[in-house]
């Protein structure tokens, strides 16, 4: 049995699924930290971040808005796709929506994702440990009926890039470069490499004898 709790300071349902599939059941816990305001407060201070630093500086100001004697881990993640020299979090309507399909179809962007992850267990070091997993991904070059029928599910306004690998849009994703996982918001490699930098083993997290079978 897992020895340690992990919050995921995300409301994401899509990583906290994915910890699950690997046998981690997180608590969920999501910031209030008003992202807009936070990237203006990012740019003002140290100028046009790249996207890898910007993504980090939204996670560990996620994680650190939740950590606060929680007695267990905390992780803060936060996605953005890099496409043609800018960065798109989540478009704000169906019309954005839209727009960023008609840029993004038959070509290749970066998902960056940030993560930070903080000791905040009563018996633990109070260490805090961040890095940024990127993983390019093409997409499909989609006719405009096809981008209308996708944003008119709802699902393109509620993600990072306006896309996901695991729902509906997986079908519009025709290669990627790099951890698969980090396209649905969280980098499992990324995340045992951090655990490790605190000196906790993944299988504090995760118990073994997960599996799972191909038919």
């Known amino acids: 049995m897992p020895t340690t709790r992990l919050i995921l300071a995300s409301a994401s349902p899509a990583r906290r699924n994915l910890l699950r599939q690997v046998g981690i059941e997180a608590s969920v816990l999501p910031s209030a930290v008003d992202e807009d305001a936070l990237i203006a407060d990012l740019r003002s201070r140290f100028g046009d971040l790249a996207p890898e630093d910007l993504v980090m500086g939204l996670a560990r100001a996620k994680a650190e808005d939740v950590a606060s004697g929680r007695d267990a881990l905390v992780l803060g993640c936060d996605s953005m796709l890099e496409l043609d020299g800018e960065v798109h979090g ?10 960023r399909w008609r840029r993004m179809r038959g070509k290749a962007g970066t998902l960056h994702t940030g993560h930070w992850l903080i000791d905040d267990r009563d018996d633990g070091s109070g260490g805090l440990v961040g890095a940024t997993a990127s993983t390019r991904v093409h997409f ?20 990072a890039g306006a896309f996901t690998v695991d729902g509906l849009g997986g079908a519009f994703v025709t290669g990627i470069e790099g951890d698969h996982h980090n396209v649905v918001g969280l980098s499992l490699p990324l995340l045992r490499d951090l655990l490790a930098e605190l000196g906790i083993a993944w299988y504090d997290l995760a118990p073994q004898g997960t599996s799972a079978s191909r038919g």
């Open 140 to 159: 499909a070059d989609l006719t405009d009926a096809e981008i209308a029928a996708y944003v008119a599910t709802g699902e393109p306004l509620r993600v």
């Open 90 to 99: 989540k478009p704000a309507d169906a019309a954005e929506a839209t727009d």
